[in-house]
Nanobody, 121 residues
Framework: VQLQASGGGLVQAGGSLRLSCVAS????????MGWFRQAPGKEREFVAG???????YYHDSVKGRFTISRDNAKNTVYLQMNSLKPEDTAVYSC????????????????WGRGTLVTVSS
C-alpha cells in the first residue's frame, strides 16, 4: 500500500483545513488508518485513527476539533481540522495498520509522505 497525503497549507488560528490521504492498491478497506503529526523538534505523535468498521479514536488534544473519516470507494481517508491552533502546526502524515489498536500504538505497516500544516496566531 502506498499513501500520499495532501491538503496542508497556511491558515490563521481558528480556521479549518481538510487533509486527504489517498492509498494505492485494492486492500485499503481492510486496513485501519491513522493520522499522525510531527512538529519541529518534537517526536511524532498520534492524532486520530479509524478502524475498518469506522470506529474512531482521537488524541485528547484534538477531540471535538478534528474528525477522521474514510471513503473506501475512493481509497481515501480524511482529516477535517477545525478551530485550528498554532500548536497544531506540524507535518501531518497518514499510515495504515491491521487494527485500530496498532494505529494508536504507532505499530504501523505503511507510512505516507506528509503534508505541512502551519497555523498562524
Amino acid at each position: 500500500v502506498q499513501l500520499q497525503a495532501s491538503g496542508g497549507g497556511l491558515v490563521q488560528a481558528g480556521g479549518s483545513l481538510r487533509l486527504s490521504c489517498v492509498a494505492s492498491g485494492r486492500t485499503f478497506s481492510s486496513y485501519a488508518m491513522g493520522w499522525f503529526r510531527q512538529a519541529p523538534g518534537k517526536e511524532r505523535e498520534f492524532v486520530a485513527g479509524i478502524a475498518v468498521n469506522e470506529v474512531t479514536y482521537y488524541h485528547d488534544s484534538v477531540k471535538g476539533r478534528f474528525t477522521i473519516s474514510r471513503d473506501n470507494a475512493k481509497n481515501t481517508v480524511y482529516l477535517q481540522m477545525n478551530s485550528l491552533k498554532p500548536e497544531d502546526t506540524a507535518v501531518y502524515s497518514c499510515a495504515a495498520a491491521g487494527a485500530l489498536a496498532t494505529v494508536v500504538s504507532l505499530l504501523l505497516d505503511y507510512w505516507g509522505r506528509g503534508t505541512l500544516v502551519t497555523v498562524s496566531s
